[in-house]
């Protein structure tokens, strides 16, 4: 078989995958298991992989799975348990009387509180806590969605506490041989996926200091009475300004602490500087802008929630206190990452399975107390007994959060272990590369040197198939490397494209506008959504792919100058 046909053979899973997806509207409990048949089918068949690595790649890719869980589990279980204190409905209550301009309340409801909603939660819980308290205080619901999806960009590389990069790039390269490589260089695998994260962190600040004024603008153009885009720009210098209040301290984060805490500590310092600025006045216009009055919106823009904001306790909960949890998680988070004394004692529970069934390099492990999921759960019980005096909130919260769980774990248990069937399919009697090496070798031919121009677009297609960035990253991740390896450029940049691209992708991924939508009654019309997130995409897509462009051909970064330990 020549190398074009083996190519597609490679590429063939994921393409299935997203003809059962996006052609055929298959639900990805039904697509992934179709897509992970063929996967071990081409494995044996025409990689000629033993049957023992090709189990052996399965039972490492459920270990991942289970780690990827635990932290979704704890995400989740967090978010439900401060809704039943009432924490939640507390937290919502302390945006409403902010600005009566509709573009200043998107702008620190969506960006600055969902971007921080995402680095605690992430998988889609920001568009579903945004989108339902702006439709609560006035917002059309497809104006909500629209301004919900949006935030699914910058945030999202480090979203639940760095899932996509801890888990997506770390168990989606092949840690095993390429840290041997880094190591004979005079490197190690952390300084490599340091250096990762602090170009997913640059490459993102520079590309979404400019996302609240787009999303003003789209309000303004979609939403407003005269359809202007201009009425968006009207609010210039504050957007500008809430942009660059989490961006930065967004990009330094990533710098100096790591995958973990940016879209944290961004959007909780980016939140604090905005909401300050917009009680002062300080660059907020003064014509204030709102929507055509509601008996004159089009049916279109309806959904069917109606949201009570005094749905709370007969005790509502201080603004302080409420915000506790989200505060305690920062700081023990960013404790558990700086202290190693900590680090330490956290990183003593841990499971390990090396060389699985004698498979050399095949390996995975599990700290649940160390692992962000751990930590989410510690905080959540803390929250119980300080806000509710209760288990009755956390008992709520665990059933909500376990069949939550159960949805998201089936898909999961079919598309992880799938992923490392692809990155192991080196080892092989068939004498060929890897899945993601031959597939690189063909894709790079296609398109030399102008492939970082396309990197940020593949993770998008990830995203959009998956619904998820830390999927795409696990598909891709290799697959980027690979290329980036065989056009002698660096690995490092392409691998950060990757990441944003598969963050941006998320504004049109299926899954999460299905999910936006549900939370405000608007399902059924997420066409009409995808059209409009399809701007900021492409915008957000062009402007990575030039700065990806810049990077290796006009700074000429270089992995051998960016991977000195």
């Known amino acids: 078989m020549n190398d074009t046909l083996l190519a597609l053979a490679a590429f063939a899973p994921i393409v299935v995958a997203a003809i059962l997806l996006v052609g055929l509207n298959w639900p990805a409990k039904k697509a992934m298991p179709v897509a992970f048949g063929l996967t071990v089918a081409i494995a044996i068949g025409l990689w000629d992989m033993s049957t023992n690595r090709v189990v052996a790649s399965i039972l490492q890719g459920l270990g991942i799975t289970v780690a990827v869980l635990w932290i979704v589990f704890g995400a989740i279980f967090l978010l439900n348990t401060l809704k039943h204190t009432g924490a939640i409905t507390t937290i919502r209550n302390g945006f409403t009387n902010i600005s009566p301009d509709r573009r200043v309340q998107a702008i620190i409801i969506a960006w600055c509180f969902g971007s921080f909603i995402e680095g605690a939660s992430g998988f889609g819980t920001p568009a579903a806590i945004a989108a339902p308290l702006l439709v609560a205080i006035g917002f059309p619901a497809m104006a909500a969605v629209l301004m919900g999806m949006m935030i699914q960009s910058t945030p999202v590389s480090f979203g639940a506490v760095g899932t996509p990069i801890i888990v997506g790039v770390n168990k989606g390269l092949d840690t095993h041989n390429i840290g041997e490589a880094l190591i004979a260089n005079g490197s190690n695998w952390d300084a490599y996926l340091q250096h990762i994260t602090s170009s997913v962190a640059i490459i993102h600040a520079t590309v979404g200091v400019l996302m609240p004024v787009l999303m003003a603008m789209m309000l303004t153009r979609f939403f407003g009475k005269n359809k202007s885009w201009t009425e968006g720009l009207d609010i210039f210098p504050f957007a500008l300004f809430a942009g660059i209040a989490f961006t930065v301290p967004y990009a330094l984060t990533g710098v100096f602490l790591g995958p973990e805490f940016p879209s944290l500590i961004g959007g909780l310092i980016g939140l604090a500087l905005v909401v300050t600025a917009a009680k002062k006045g300080f660059l907020v216009p003064k014509t204030k802008w709102d929507f055509p009055a509601e008996n004159e919106w089009p049916v279109e823009w309806l959904g069917s929630l109606k949201m009570d904001l005094s749905e709370a306790k007969d005790k509502p909960l201080s603004l302080v206190l409420a915000w506790a949890p989200y505060v305690l998680l920062a700081v023990i988070l960013v404790a558990s990452r700086v202290s190693a004394d900590f680090k330490s004692m956290l990183l003593g529970v841990n499971l ?177 959504t995808l059209r409009k997130t399809v701007l900021p995409t492409i915008y957000y897509l062009l402007f990575a792919g030039a700065l990806g462009m810049l990077a290796i051909y006009g700074l000429k970064m270089t992995d051998a100058l960016m991977l000195k330990p």
């Open 352 to 528: 390990s399975f090396a060389n699985i069934l004698g498979e050399e390099g095949v390996s995975t492990s599990i700290q649940p107390l160390y692992l962000p999921g751990g930590i989410l759960v510690f905080v959540a019980l803390i929250a119980t007994f300080a806000q509710a005096r209760s288990i009755k909130p956390m008992a709520k919260a665990l059933g909500e959060s376990t069949k939550t769980l159960i949805g998201a774990g089936f898909v999961l248990v079919f598309t992880i272990p799938m992923v490392r069937i692809f990155i192991n399919s080196g080892v092989n009697g068939a004498d060929l590369a890897s899945m993601p090496v031959t597939t690189a070798n063909f894709a790079s031919g296609l398109v030399g040197d102008a492939f970082p121009m396309l990197s940020a677009a593949i993770g998008a297609l990830g995203a959009f198939i998956a619904g998820s960035n830390t999927v795409s990253n696990m598909m891709f991740s290799q697959f980027q490397f690979e290329v980036a390896q065989t056009l002698t450029i660096s690995s490092v940049v392409i691998v950060a494209l990757q990441a944003v691209g598969a963050a941006a992708g998320n504004m049109i991924a299926i899954h999460n506008v299905v999910a936006a939508s549900a939370t405000v009654g608007l399902l059924g019309r997420e066409g009409a």
